[in-house]
């Protein structure tokens, strides 16, 4: 073995080790109910968080909660980061996208489009999607939901723990989407 061939096959290591899954798949997560209150979101059967997929979901509908009651939707994403709680600057981040666009999570149900002002079908569904980068990087998982308003994918970000569970480690889901008809004068 020449010292070339060692490196290629370091190299070729390496490569296994960062790239574990390189499948695009797409996951239907499906919820009977929206829940009003923490106690509810924590009995849910995807709040063990033992996917990315499941936690991802559970992050929409995290903020589905916000418009209602604020501090239990914060509360509830307190929840989803684990060790990592938001901080003041996250809250404040996610209070100012809330201004005027109380609509924005509905849009990731399926069923939810702007001509029926982003109301959801039942059950509620959030679909979840990864692509051969998704697990790019080691104990973190890439993922992405799709808007009835938007023109392409948001993501949203998980870190695998030590106990196994996916917390949310980012998000990119509260940014602009086409407003519902009825607000829009020119529909």
Do not use: H
């Amino acid at each position: 073995m020449g010292l070339f061939d060692n490196l290629k096959n370091k190299a070729d290591q390496a490569i296994k080790n960062v790239v574990k899954d390189t499948s695009s798949k797409t996951e239907a997560i499906v919820f009977t109910i929206l829940p009003n209150n923490l106690d509810e979101f924590k009995a849910m059967p995807q709040a063990a968080m033992s996917t990315p997929f499941e936690t991802a979901a559970m992050t929409v509908l995290a903020f589905c909660c916000y418009p209602d009651d604020p501090n239990t939707s914060l509360a509830m994403l307190d929840f989803l980061r684990g060790p990592k709680p938001l901080s003041p600057y996250e809250k404040s981040f996610i209070k100012d996208r809330f201004s005027d666009k109380d609509y924005v999570p509905r849009s990731y149900f399926d069923g939810a489009t702007p001509a029926n002002d982003y109301v959801p079908s039942e059950p509620y569904t959030v679909k979840v999607s990864s692509n051969p980068y998704s697990y790019a990087n080691e104990g973190y998982a890439k993922l992405f939901v799709t808007s009835g308003g938007a023109d392409s994918p948001r993501e949203i970000v998980l870190r695998e723990a030590k106990d196994g569970k996916w917390y949310l480690w980012d998000q990119m889901i509260l940014g602009g989407i086409r407003e519902p008809e009825s607000a829009n004068p020119w529909a």
